[in-house]
């Protein structure tokens, strides 16, 4: 099974790519994690924000495989804990079916991207810098699978 993360934004800081990587690395072969990073709109002061999120939105969808259960990250999504997602991450290994995961640009994800979507989450109702997101999706992945196989790991 792979999960691919598909965020707006190619310009991260040194320690967000460390920190993904580290988590990423840290998963079994057959759960593989790959971030797919979508350059976002270039924006002015005079941007239309609608056209920017629509824009951004038709970006990360185009890179969807069409076969992916979908999750778009969202602040209007339903909060997932820890144990109820390594019980997802359990079901969606035994489904062998690949998992998307979005994360959208500065204004969220689009319409388009929230109506294709299987399921959204938020992951608080605290607002965490996009780039941020990545590390935390990747270490609650982790420590997902670590619950499902009995590791050390998660200990609460």
Known sequence: MKIQLIAIGTRTPAWVSSGFDEYARRLPRH???ELVEVPAVNRTRAADVSRTKREEGSRLLNRVPDDSHLVALNETGTTVTTRCLA?????????????AMMIGGADG????????????????????P???????????????WSIISNHPYHRG
Do not use: P, Y
């Open 109 to 128: 994800l689009s319409k388009d991207c929230l109506d294709r979507a299987d399921e959204s989450w938020s992951l608080s109702a605290l607002t965490f």
């Open 130 to 144: 996009h780039a941020l997101v990545r590390v935390i999706i990747a270490e609650q992945l982790f420590r997902a």
């Open 87 to 99: 019980s997802v991450l359990n079901t969606w290994m035994d489904s062998g079916r690949n998992v």
């Open 31 to 33: 759960l593989a994690l």
